[in-house]
């Protein structure tokens, strides 16, 4: 572990963060606790870049669909997290007389006014949980620290995504672009539609604790809802907020399409190297299974197969997670297959994205195609 005054910050991070863009995926569980990269959670990559960062305070805002996360993460004991001060906090919605499941930030931290009160680190670092990355926070945390600012607030130079752009869409999700001046925001721009390279906000900030719980207390007063929003945006010119740039490998997950891409870059190796890097590993919950096993006959190429897998067809381009069965004579191709999918001999799959416990039967075939991708729900037969 590497060293840092573990009280200088914790981690705050909204697990529910744009699970309206990934709706199959989210029925049963939330966007941090999807499954990326064979064995991982979206989650992992957070949570391991801040142990590794030496915070060891980390919250985690849940409001639907978080019995997935509690499982996946339990005491925190994988992730050098389970202590009995600070260390892994899931927070539940906040109970009243009339239940009420937070909009936005605002409400959200509010309900966590008491937990921050009572800690003793200086800064909180806020982030959603729909990207992937592996980062040293202690950069963060120091540029903070060296500009003086108010907050300060990631970004990365990236296209807006393409599922924000549709026209006519549904989707009311937030996000946010700036507009940077001498590392300053001087303007936060709502939902943008700007062809190119933009600005493209992270959601990830960090302040000081007392100065979020002033804030924080102010807007929940006035019935705002969202930081950045209701916040950030009308207040440029009173609040100096620093803009901090990442230019590390990330994957952002907007939709199921987005979700495929990010999974099949990590076939290459130079980007695995990237998002594996330094050593840093991730964490994530320990599964004792055996070697992976690749019978006789059969035949593997471009792939990323976990651990208690048995492949006794043929995998191409293809990324298996833990206890994936490939039957005698079956065919995947280009395909994502979480955890305990069974392709039955003889089946035909490309494009395909099945969930956990799936079973695709004995010579059926299901194909998808780069823009489309067929998906199996969780505990399907087909």
Known sequence: MLNMNNEEALGV?????YDALIPEMVSERLMASIPFAGRYRVCDFIISSMVHSGIDNISLIVKKNYHSLMDHLG???????????????IVPPYAQKQIKVYEG???????????????????VIMADANYVFNFDFRDLIEEHKASGADITAMYCKQE?????????????????????????????YINAKEPGKVDFSMNILIMEREKLIRIVDDAFVHGYSYFTRDILAGNTDTLNIHAFEFKGYASQITDMKSYFDENMKLLDEDNR????????SIYTKIRDDNPTRYINGSKAKNVMVADGCVIEGTVENSILSRGVKVG??????????????????????????????????????????????????????V
Not at 13 to 17: G, K, L, Q, T
Not at 75 to 89: H, I, M, P, T, V
């Open 13 to 17: 991070i909204f697990a529910n963060s």
């Open 75 to 89: 005491s925190g004991q994988e992730f050098d997290l389970a202590r009995k001060n600070g260390g892994l906090n």
């Open 105 to 123: 930030r605002v409400e959200a931290l509010e309900s966590l006014k008491g937990y921050l009160n009572k800690c003793s680190q200086k800064y």
């Open 160 to 188: 807006i995504p393409r599922v924000f752009l549709k026209p006519n869409s549904n989707n009311e999700e937030l996000y946010y672009t700036f507009d940077i001046v001498d590392g300053r925001v001087k303007k936060v």
């Open 273 to 280: 190297a990237a998002l594996f890097k330094n050593g840093n």
């Open 328 to 381: 005698k004579g079956a065919k995947v191709k280009n395909c994502i297959l979480l955890q305990d999918t069974v392709v039955e001999d003889g089946a035909n799959l490309e494009y395909v994205i099945t969930d956990k416990n799936v079973c695709i039967s004995r010579n059926k075939s299901l194909t998808g195609n780069d823009s489309f991708q067929v998906y199996v729900a969780k505990g399907q037969t």
